[in-house]
C-alpha cells in the first residue's frame, strides 16, 4: 500500500505537466476508455514501460535467490546449516545421545574427533564465575572418538541442565570440487541448571561429503581450533553479579507495563507514521540525578506520540513516573537525551534531541524542567549528542551527530525517494553534524565550518564521545559513523591560539570502515592512557559472502577489503602514546558482539579492571532466531 501511494503523486504530477500539450490523439487514447458497450465502460491498456529507476527501487538482482544463480557457496551453506540444526537438537537432549541414529549426519568416512579439549586453563575465577580456555591448538589422536562419544564427553558438564540453547554461526565456505567441501562455525552451548549457568564456545572447522546439489551434506571431519568454558554461579544472590529487578523497581509505574512491555509492531500498527512512530528503535536513555537527592534518575526517549518518561528514584529503589509533572514528556520523535549542567548553576538541565532538532531545557534543582531556546537543524534529523568544553571557557558546548538527510534537502538525488549510502561500504553522502558553542544565558552558536568540524562531515552519524586522547589538556572527539569511516577530530590551536579541529582518523589508524554504532574511551590494558572500543556488525552471512570469489568480481581489491571488513565487527584501538592506535581487536577476542548498536567499558566485578559490555539486536518478532 505504500508503495502505491507513493507512486500516485507521481504519476498525477505528470499527467498534470502534460495537459498543457498539444494533443492530437482520439478521446479513447487520451482517457484509456473506449466507447459504452451495452452500458459499461470498457479500459483500454498499454504496453508502455513504468520507469522504475528513477523513483529509487531497488534493482531486482538484489532479490535473486542463491538456488537459482551460481552462488554454489550460499545453496551448499544453507544445505550445511540445516544438518549443523540438527546437531544441534541432539545436543539439547544429552542423555539419549548414544541412543541418537547419526548416519543422516556423517559420512561413512567420519574421521574420529574430540570436541571438548582435555587441557583447559584457567584464565579467570572468582566467586561469580570461571573461565576456562584449551592450552593447545590440537588434541592428541588417542583422545579422538566417534561423534556420539565426542558430544557425549561435550555435554557432561549440562548433562543435568534443565534448559539448553544450542546455536551455530557459520562464517565461511569453501567449495571444493571434487565433493569434499568445509566450513568454519562458531558454536555456543548453553545449559542451565540449578546451581550454575554453563556456557561453552568454540569455533568448528568442518570437512563435509557433498557430491550432489540436490543432497545435504555430511561431515567427515570436525576439528576444534578455539573453546572456552565459562561457569557462572547462581547457587546464591551474593554469587549472581546481576539480578533482574524490572518488575519490583517499576511496581509503581501504572503506565510501565502498557507502554514499555509493548513491541514495535504493536505501536506501528495503532498509531499514525505521520506522527513518527518510526520502526527502527534509534531510542536512547540518559541517567542523572535531577532533584538534588544523590540518586541517579533515568530519563527515556520514545518514538513519536508516545511521551517520553522520567523516572524518579526514591530511596527504596523504586521509581516514580514524573513525566507530566516535570514537564518533559514530549510526544515528539526522541533519538537521544544527556543530562548535564548547562547554565552551571549546579543542577541537571536535560538537552533532548528530536526529529525537529534540539531542545534545551533548564533544571531547577527540584525535577522542574522549562524549556529556554531550541535549536533546528534544517538539513537533517539530530542522532545522538554528546557534550564538552571545548574551548575550555568554563561551560558545555554540544556536538550534535545526524544521519540521513532529511528528504526535502536531497538536491543532488531527486529523482530518488529515500536517500541512499554511496557507496554502501564508504558512504559520504550523510547528514552533516554540527557543533554547537555555549555563549551562556542559553545562547548556541553553530561553529561547525568555522571551527573545523566540517571536514569529512557527510556520513551517517550514530555515535560520538569527547576524551583527551592525546593527553594535551584539551577534549578531542571521535565520530563513529554508519556505513563507512569514522572521525577523530583533534583539538588543535591555530596561529592565533584559536581552537581548531583536525580529522587524524586516518593517521591515527582509527577510521574503522564499518557499520560504526557506539563509542566509548577508558584504559583498557592500564598504561595510563585512553584506548578506544568501537561497537559495529559482526554478520556470518557478509563474513561468508565477501570471501567467495562470485562476490563483486567488477570491484578493485581496495573496495572488496572495504566490504569484508564491514563485517568484522567491533574494534578494539590502543593508544600507543604518540597520537596513533594499534587496532588489536582480533587478538583480544572483542569483534563478535553481532549487531551492535551500543558499548561501553565498565569495572562490573570490581576487580579494578576495564570489562566491556555491549548491547545488541534488532526489533524482536515472533520466530526471532536471536542472530543479532
Known amino acids: 500500500m505504500r508503495f502505491l501511494l507513493l507512486i500516485s503523486p507521481i504519476l498525477l504530477s505528470l499527467a498534470i505537466i502534460g495537459c498543457g500539450d498539444q494533443d492530437h490523439s482520439t478521446e479513447e ?27 529509487g527501487l531497488v534493482s531486482e538482482s538484489l532479490h535473486k535467490e542463491p538456488t537459482k544463480d551460481p552462488w554454489k557457496g550460499e545453496v551448499f551453506n544453507e544445505l550445511a546449516d540445516s544438518q549443523l540444526k540438527e546437531l544441534g537438537e541432539i545436543i539439547k537432549a544429552p542423555k539419549t545421545i548414544s541412543q541418537v541414529d547419526t548416519s543422516g549426519l556423517i559420512a561413512n568416512n567420519f574421521q ?67 565433493g569434499k567441501s568445509t566450513s568454519e562455525s562458531y558454536v555456543e552451548i ?32 570436525i ?28 511496581s509503581q509505574c501504572k503506565d510501565f507495563k502498557d507502554q514499555f512491555l509493548r513491541g514495535t509492531d504493536y505501536w506501528a500498527s495503532r498509531l499514525e507514521n505521520r506522527y513518527g512512530i518510526g520502526l527502527s528503535g534509534w531510542h536512547g536513555i540518559t541517567i542523572g540525578d535531577v532533584n538534588g ?39 515528539l520523535q526522541t533519538q537521544s537525551a544527556l543530562f548535564l549542567d548547562m547554565d552551571n548553576d549546579g543542577d541537571q538541565d536535560l538537552v ?8 534545551f531545557m533548564a533544571n531547577d534543582g527540584r525535577a522542574n524542567f522549562t524549556v529556554k531556546t531550541t535549536k533546528l537543524i534544517p538539513e537533517s534529523a539530530p542522532m545522538c549528542i554528546s557534550a564538552a568544553d571545548f574551548d575550555l571557557d568554563g561551560d558545555l558546548d554540544l556536538h550534535v551527530g545526524c544521519y540521513s538527510l532529511r528528504r526535502s534537502s536531497v538536491h543532488e538525488n531527486g529523482n530518488q525517494m529515500l536517500a541512499r549510502p554511496i557507496p554502501y561500504h564508504d558512504a559520504n553522502n550523510g547528514g552533516r553534524n554540527a557543533l554547537l558553542r555555549n555563549d551562556l ?14 571536514s569529512n562531515n557527510r556520513r551517517f552519524t550514530l555515535a560520538s564521545s569527547w576524551e583527551d586522547y592525546d593527553q594535551d589538556g584539551d577534549p578531542d572527539l571521535y565520530v563513529a559513523n554508519d556505513y563507512g569511516r569514522n572521525n577523530l577530530y583533534r583539538n588543535d590551536r591555530d596561529s592565533s591560539g584559536r581552537t581548531k579541529f583536525v580529522d587524524v582518523a586516518a593517521e591515527a589508524g582509527v577510521e574503522d570502515m564499518s557499520a560504526g554504532m557506539s563509542v566509548s574511551w577508558s584504559d583498557a590494558d592500564g598504561d ?50 604518540n597520537g596513533k592506535f594499534k587496532d588489536v581487536s582480533l587478538e583480544a577476542g572483542v569483534t563478535m558482539g553481532r549487531w551492535a548498536w551500543g558499548s561501553r567499558f565498565a569495572d562490573i566485578n570490581n576487580d579494578g579492571m576495564q570489562d566491556i559490555i555491549v548491547g545488541n539486536g534488532f526489533i524482536t518478532q515472533s520466530g526471532d532466531t536471536g542472530d543479532l
Open 29 to 55: 487514447e487520451k482517457t484509456g476508455i473506449t466507447e459504452k458497450q451495452d452500458g459499461n465502460d470498457i479500459l483500454a491498456s498499454s504496453d508502455a514501460v513504468i520507469p522504475l529507476e528513477p523513483i
Open 528 to 577: 595510563g592512557d585512553q584506548d578506544l572500543y568501537v561497537s559495529n556488525m559482526w554478520s556470518s552471512a557478509g563474513n561468508r559472502i565477501a570471501y567467495q570469489r562470485q562476490f563483486q568480481r567488477d570491484a578493485d581489491q581496495e573496495s572488496i577489503s572495504g566490504f569484508r571488513r564491514h563485517a568484522r565487527g567491533n574494534s578494539l584501538f590502543l593508544n600507543s602514546g
Open 293 to 331: 537527592d544523590g540518586i541517579d534518575d533515568i530519563y527515556v526517549c520514545e518514538p513519536g506520540s508516545l511521551p517520553n518518561r522520567l523516572f524518579i528514584s526514591k530511596s527504596d529503589g523504586q521509581l516514580i513516573d514524573a513525566s507530566s509533572l516535570s514537564g518533559t514528556d514530549f510526544r
Open 112 to 178: 574420529p574427533t574430540q570436541l571438548a579439549p582435555k587441557n583447559l586453563k584457567t584464565i579467570f575465577n572468582d566467586s561469580s564465575f570461571k573461565v576456562l580456555r584449551n592450552d593447545q591448538e590440537k588434541e592428541l589422536s588417542e583422545h579422538k572418538k566417534s561423534l556420539k562419544e565426542a558430544l557425549t564427553e561435550l555435554v557432561e558438564p549440562i548433562l543435568e541442565a534443565t534448559k539448553i540453547n544450542v546455536k551455530f554461526k557459520t562464517f565461511n565456505v569453501s567449495i571444493n570440487e571434487a
Open 441 to 454: 544565558n542559553w545562547q548556541f552558536k553553530n561553529v561547525t565550518v568555522s571551527i573545523g568540524m566540517d
Open 352 to 359: 533532548i534531541a528530536t526529529t525537529l532538532g534540539i531542545i
Open 223 to 250: 576439528e576444534v581450533n578455539e573453546f572456552e568454558q565459562s561457569i557462572g554461579k547462581i547457587d546464591n544472590k551474593n554469587a549472581s553479579l546481576f539480578s533482574d529487578c524490572t518488575g519490583s523497581v517499576f
Open 190 to 221: 548453553i545449559g542451565h541448571t540449578q546451581k550454575e549457568i554453563i556456557s561453552q564456545k568454540a569455533r568448528w572447522s568442518c570437512v563435509w561429503d557433498w557430491e550432489s546439489a540436490s543432497d545435504p551434506p555430511k561431515i567427515i571431519s
